[in-house]
């Protein structure tokens, strides 16, 4: 079989199952948070954050690498982008789902009621009024928000309009896909860091590191990768499309891509604690005082070993990578290990003596994880599991590694 020809007989995507059962499992957590929210309304607000943190930093980061795809034409890459597109249609629900937070503003972060701190603390606030601001505050929130989808859904239309163009129409879409990729990366880079700034770390406001937002990006984009493996060795099982279509050279390249952006993230986590170490500030130092002691620096072990040493080791050997079960085994193992540390990074602005399980956190995270899989699922039904009238599609399915 021709690859043109195996191309032709590509197969819809059928993800109304999974629509079906993202939706359940978002009403199932939506119950113990709504009750939450009437008996402990800033720790249900703060379990909700963490989750939705969590669940958007992955949409966020599926739609930078999506976006990198375009811009550097990775021929591999073409065959997983299909894939990537669907996880970004999660992006409708969760601008619904950022409305509690927006609403909350004033029960979950101490700057907007200055009149309950310490005079230190009102004071420094009051410096940085200017930008703690509530109704700007969310105002910024919005334009967040406004900003992804105004970047995403133009590459969303264009590329589901490129499966019924013909070749001149074909070949003009993918250079209005580069290009606007090359401008989203920057607008939604940049939104992405300040909504780390806001929703994130002025959760202490007396703290600030200026690479935090980058920490932020790292840590989504690492587990979109990993989600990403996760669903092409799904996929590749039902048989079908992706069956042939994405090989061991395939999930060997996007290994080197995990490779790479574990150690990323390491060394970004790591630099962030070293210059504020040497720097010995007190303002400055506070925030890792809570996150180093106790079952936070328990947690912080963790984090570090699973999400950086672990699976370094284990991405290392060019033939570990090239194993499609291997890699979706780790792509999970990163996405546990994701959760793990925006919990580290929300819940110790609340418990700084130490971790407080409790059952709004997972009630949190199944329902957002759940609307926000339903709809990127109902939002897939019915479209092809690839790219048919990208340029490079059948370049991309006889790929072989370097």
Do not use: C, N
């Amino acid at each position: 079989m021709s690859a043109g020809d195996a191309v032709e007989r590509v197969p819809r995507v059928h993800a109304r199952t999974v629509a079906r059962y993202g939706a359940i499992a978002g009403i199932i957590g939506l119950v113990p948070l709504a009750i939450g929210v009437g008996s402990e309304p800033r720790r249900a607000l703060a379990a909700y954050l963490f989750a939705y943190a969590t669940v958007l930093t992955v949409v966020l980061g599926a739609l930078i690498q999506l976006m990198m795809g375009h811009v550097s034409a990775a021929r591999w890459f073409t065959v997983l982008r299909r894939l990537t597109l669907g996880a970004t249609g999660a992006l409708p629900a969760l601008v619904i789902l950022a409305i509690p937070l927006l609403a909350g503003v004033r029960i979950l972060y101490p700057w907007a009621t200055p009149s309950a701190l310490p005079g230190a603390m009102r004071a420094l606030i009051a410096r940085k009024h200017g930008w703690l601001d509530v109704g700007f505050f969310i105002a910024r929130g919005v334009l967040y928000l406004v900003l992804w989808l105004a970047v995403s859904a133009p590459i969303r239309h264009w590329s589901l309009r490129q499966d019924r163009a013909d070749g001149e129409e074909a070949v003009m879409l993918a250079r209005r896909l580069r290009r606007a990729s090359a401008v989203g990366l920057i607008v939604v880079g940049l939104a992405l860091t300040f909504a780390a700034f806001d929703w994130l770390m002025s959760l202490e406001p007396a703290w600030y590191s200026t690479i935090y937002g980058v920490y932020v990006f790292a840590g989504g984009y690492l587990a979109a990768l990993a989600l990403i493996a996760v669903v092409a060795w799904a996929e590749s099982r039902r048989g079908g499309s992706l069956d042939w279509a994405v090989t061991p050279e395939h999930f060997g390249a996007l290994g080197k891509l995990l490779l790479t952006f574990v150690i990323f993230w390491g060394y970004i986590g790591f630099s962030q604690y070293l210059i504020i170490w040497i720097g010995d500030v007190p303002g400055d130092v506070s925030w890792y005082v809570a996150r180093a002691h106790g079952s936070w620096g328990a947690l912080a072990l963790v984090v570090a070993a699973g999400q950086f040493a672990l699976p370094f080791l284990l991405l290392l050997p060019r033939e570990l990578k090239r194993r499609p079960g291997f890699l979706a085994a780790l792509g999970a193992w990163l996405l546990v290990m994701h959760v793990l540390d925006v919990y580290w990074l929300v819940l110790p602005a609340l418990h700084p003596d130490g971790i407080h399980p409790s059952w709004l956190d997972a009630g949190a995270l199944l329902m957002v994880t759940g609307f926000a899989t339903a709809t990127a699922a109902w939002r897939a039904a019915g479209e092809p599991a690839l790219p048919l009238g990208d340029p490079y599609v059948e370049a991309s399915v006889r790929y072989v590694e370097p």
